[in-house]
């Protein structure tokens, strides 16, 4: 049994930004997660090559459509590989792979007798790739997403009943786990009972896209392709690629996590289509918030885009992931403020982490021969050791649970917690008496123990800083013993060596 877990496909109709940044680096800190806890992870990730918007785009530069998706692709590999996300699967719809589960599951679709020929008519915004209703018949012919005009359309295309799905998709989403947060589960409950409508699955006059194979004049409108690039990812690196060989290695997907503007796909249209296909339905779809910038939506044509490679080379990927993964709360929107950011960093992980790392290792490399120093079998002092419990306790109760934010926190406090028992304790008092010797070995053996576990948790979060954290303590982690149980107290063996402290951080400036 694998998890599997699966950002949005990103358009391809512009590189990455800090959105789809936020939502990889999400994924990917639960891909490690699980699979530090043990468990077999599929983590999918890609491009959403089709469309209207891609072919304009495309146009608009003077290249072909192949050409301009090969472009940008490309630059998500990149991205990805720089940020050094994870992933198992990155999946490009425009692959004859892609294509062929494409046409396997539109055949299942059609037996199923779910789909008929039709008129589409109405207002379209091609920045959602998504008809937009306007029940009290005074369209503003603007997409409040994208603030573009929508264009009216009048076409013969190609119908998903979606509404014989109606009760299916009602006791699909009453059970509480399948959507979330909670918030976005009452809009979607809301929309599913105002009676759901067939959407129409084809398009004339879009020639980027899968030609629909009974009906050739059409292609596939790009959402009905898009969302099978989830099931076609699993099946990608073989040479007969099928639905029968992603249903027995993974699907149904553990998770979607997406933003919150392209619930309604994932929730209501995909589940419905997968029904119809005999497919199992994902099992959580989760609806992310949006990341606004000084309070202001990002957009180019507001000059205020924060180009995430800038971000990267400026202040390393350790702070953008601790910031994006401690500071926003999954489900709510956030916001990106400069000094906010250089605060955290500068609070968080400078002074609270690096500095309880740098100070405690370098009194123990003073006072014990640039060793860990013995954990004396009468070393009563559980305070540490009781605090470190409950932090891993409760870690992983808020990471199983998807909140992020609050695991993030579990590790700031436990740190917080470590710098006041050592400030409590003194040891630099005491060790000016040579009787204290044993007592101040304890202490910083519990600081040292509980600095290691610190570092431990922060692995699915912060891989590169977690590594910092352990090469300063030794080079301790053992990755053939499981993270859990190294998460246990005592690992940290005394009279092992501690390197000369570096910073594991450097402090941000202001811009
Ligand atoms: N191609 C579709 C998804 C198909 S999935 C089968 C798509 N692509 S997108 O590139 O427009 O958006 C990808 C994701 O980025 C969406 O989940 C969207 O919510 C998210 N975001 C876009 N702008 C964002 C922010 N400013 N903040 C956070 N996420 C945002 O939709």
């Not at 180009?307 to 953008?320: F, I, Q, T």
């Amino acid at each position: 049994m694998s998890f599997v877990i699966t950002t949005p496909l990103y358009y391809v109709n512009d590189k990455p930004h800090l959105g789809s940044i936020y939502t990889t680096v999400i994924c990917d800190s639960i891909a490690r997660y699980k699979r530090l806890s043990g468990e077999k992870v599929i983590f999918i990730t890609g491009v959403d090559e089709h469309g209207l918007k891609i072919q304009r785009t495309a146009s608009s530069k003077q290249v072909k459509p192949q050409t301009h998706c090969d472009e940008i692709s490309n630059i998500f590999k990149q991205n990805w590989n720089d940020w050094d996300i994870t992933h198992n699967k990155f999946v490009r719809t425009s692959s004859k792979e892609h294509e062929s589960i494409v046409d396997e599951f539109y055949n299942r679709v059609k037996k199923s007798n779910d789909i008929y020929m039709g008129v589409q008519k109405g207002w379209y915004c091609v920045g959602c790739e998504e008809f937009k209703e306007n029940p009290d018949n005074s369209p503003t012919h603007k997409c409040s997403i994208h603030q573009k005009t929508l264009e009216w359309k009048n076409e013969e295309n190609l119908f998903f009943r979606l509404s014989k799905y109606q009760s299916q998709i009602e006791d699909l989403i009453k059970d509480p786990s399948f959507i979330q947060p909670k918030e976005r589960r009452n809009e979607i409950i809301n929309f599913v009972s105002k009676g759901l409508k067939d959407f129409s699955i084809s398009r004339t006059n879009v020639s980027w896209g899968i030609p629909v194979p009974d009906t050739k004049s059409h292609t596939f409108y790009v959402w009905f392709d898009a969302l099978l690039g989830y099931v076609s990812a699993i099946s990608q690196d073989i040479n007969n690629p099928s639905l029968e060989y992603s249903i027995n290695n993974g699907w149904p997907a553990d998770i979607h996590l997406i933003g919150k503007d392209i619930l309604r796909f994932h929730a209501v249209y995909w589940p419905a289509m997968l029904i119809s296909a005999g497919m199992k339905v994902p099992k959580k779809v989760f609806g992310h918030g949006f990341l606004t910038r000084e309070g202001q939506k990002m957009g180019k044509s507001l000059g205020n885009v924060l180009d995430p490679n800038l971000l990267l080379s400026k202040y390393g990927k350790e702070a953008v992931r601790w910031y994006l993964l401690k500071d926003i709360s999954l489900g709510n929107d956030g916001d990106f403020q400069n000094k906010r950011f250089v605060d955290i960093i500068n609070n968080d992980l400078a002074n609270t982490i690096g500095n309880l790392l740098n100070r405690t290792s370098s009194m123990s490399r003073k006072w014990f021969d640039n060793k860990v120093p013995n954990n004396e079998e009468f070393n009563i002092d559980n305070t540490l050791k009781l605090h470190s419990k409950k932090a891993v306790d409760n870690f992983i109760k808020h990471f199983n649970s998807y909140e992020l934010d609050l695991a993030a926190n579990v590790i700031l406090n436990f740190a917080i917690k470590t710098n006041l028992y050592l400030n409590e304790k003194q040891p630099w008092i005491l060790i000016k008496d040579e009787y204290n010797i044993s007592l101040v070995g304890n202490i910083i053996y519990n600081v040292l123990e509980s600095t290691r576990i610190v570092g431990l948790l922060l692995l699915p979060l912060l891989p590169d800083l977690s590594s910092k954290i352990d090469i300063q303590l030794g080079s301790i982690y053992d990755e053939k013993i499981s993270w859990t149980d190294q998460l246990n107290w005592g690992i940290l063996k005394h009279k092992s060596n501690l390197p000369v402290p570096n910073p594991i951080i450097e402090k941000l400036e202001y811009e």
